[in-house]
Every structure is written in structure tokens, then in C-alpha cells.
């Protein structure tokens, strides 16, 4: 959990942006609007296997061929590419 410790001369808007950043990066929002209502199990796996679904083909597209030559062809610069 998040803390803060306000210091004496510190103002108490800054020491809140800090703190809601803070939360933000620990992804303590996502998580409560993740649980706010029951998520049945069969739900749960389907999002899963969706995400699984969608990284599997984001590394395939970034696997393929055409993708790995361009990297390739743009990482070294050599005569041929100009």
C-alpha cells in the first residue's frame, strides 16, 4: 500500500497528486474495478485465453519474416540500404 509523508512545509495538493500517482503505478485502481463486481470463473479463464490469444499473435507478427528483415535491414546500416 501506498504511503506518503507529508512533510511540514509541504502543501497537501501536491502530496495527493503524489499519492493518487503512486496508487496508479501500483495499479491499486485497476485492481479495485477489477473486483468491484463478482467475476465468475468461466469469466475469468476466457480473459485469460483472450489475452494469451492476442500476446500469442503480437510475438507471431513480431516473429514473422518481414518483420525480423526489416529489423534486421534498419538496426545495421550498410551500403545496400541507401
Known amino acids: 500500500m501506498p504511503s506518503i509523508q507529508l512533510k511540514e512545509d509541504e502543501n497537501f495538493d501536491f502530496a495527493l497528486r503524489k499519492f493518487k500517482r503512486m496508487c496508479d503505478r501500483a495499479g491499486i485502481i485497476?485492481?479495485?474495478?477489477?473486483r468491484e463486481h463478482y467475476e465468475k470463473p468461466t469469466w475469468?479463464?476466457?480473459r485469460k485465453m483472450r489475452t494469451a490469444v492476442q500476446n500469442a499473435r503480437r510475438m507471431h507478427r513480431m516473429n514473422s519474416p518481414r518483420n525480423r528483415a526489416r529489423a534486421v535491414n534498419?538496426?545495421?546500416?550498410?551500403?545496400?540500404?541507401y
Open 30 to 34: 485497476a485492481e479495485v474495478r477489477r
Open 44 to 46: 475469468i479463464r476466457k
Open 74 to 81: 534498419l538496426s545495421f546500416p550498410t551500403l545496400e540500404n
